[in-house]
């Protein structure tokens, strides 16, 4: 049972427009959502978090949008740059599980210039 | 602020063997978890430990084990290895609950 889901497995866009990775999740109980980059071989960067609290977080180029009756996330690039191709990660924790992630399949996203 | 360290980075075992992978967390974190990413079954949680105790732990058989000593440090080990272990092992730490988790570079292990 896949409880967190990124139906898209590649994106392809142009430099300088919007990416939009998509992420949903099943089990309701999970109320912190992280997205991640990640290169081959190398361990995944932390990219951007929100709590359930919260619809909308921003940091730089990093904007995610949380939307609890949907179950869904989504992570905007703007504007998309040749370096953020990479695979992206959405992952999903709660609150009594300690720093127990579970992972989403992940997304290639291909930025060109 | 030193980031995760993982050793070693690669390893090359023979299949009924054991190995044992190390990951030093973040300074101050207590947390760390441990995942498995492997083509087909992508990233995997294993367990996490927290002050030296296992605080959760993932759908993965006995042979997989792992310990965290007082200094925040965790060891890994699978024991009676087979093919289908070969993946990249991540190590990730925590301060509090629901933050962030900062990974390690990983280790690959390969079991031939």
């Known amino acids: 049972d896949q409880q967190v889901k990124q139906n898209s497995p590649s994106l392809s866009v142009q430099e300088g427009r919007i990416s939009i990775l998509n992420c949903d999740y099943t089990?309701?109980?999970?109320?912190?959502f992280l997205w991640y980059k990640k290169y081959p071989a190398e361990g995944p960067t932390f990219l951007i978090s929100i709590s359930s609290i919260k619809d909308k977080n921003e940091d730089g180029r990093f904007t995610v949008f949380l939307n609890k009756s949907a179950k869904h996330l989504s992570l905007h690039i703007v504007p998309s740059q040749p370096g953020d191709s990479a695979v992206y990660f959405c992952?999903?924790?709660?609150?009594?599980?300690?720093?127990?992630?579970?992972f989403g399949g992940g997304t290639r996203l291909m930025v060109k210039p | 602020k030193a980031g995760v360290t993982q050793t070693p980075r690669y390893l090359i075992k023979t299949r009924g063997q054991q190995v044992t992978l190390s990951c030093s967390p973040i300074s101050g974190h207590r947390s760390v978890s441990w995942y498995q990413q492997t083509p087909g079954q992508g990233l995997q949680f294993l367990f996490e430990?927290?002050?030296?105790?296992?605080?959760n732990k993932g759908n993965f058989p006995g042979r997989f084990s792992g310990r965290q000593f007082s200094n925040s440090r965790s060891e890994m080990n699978v024991s009676t290895l087979e093919l289908g272990d070969s993946a990249l092992y991540l190590c990730?730490?925590?301060?509090?609950?629901?933050?962030?988790?900062?990974f390690g570079q990983g280790t690959r292990l390969t079991v031939v």
């Open positions: 992952a999903a924790s709660f609150n009594n599980a300690g720093n127990m992630l579970t």
């Open positions: 089990n309701s109980m999970f109320d912190y």
């Open positions: 430990y927290f002050s030296e105790t296992q605080r």
């Open positions: 990730a730490s925590s301060g509090a609950a629901n933050t962030e988790a900062f």
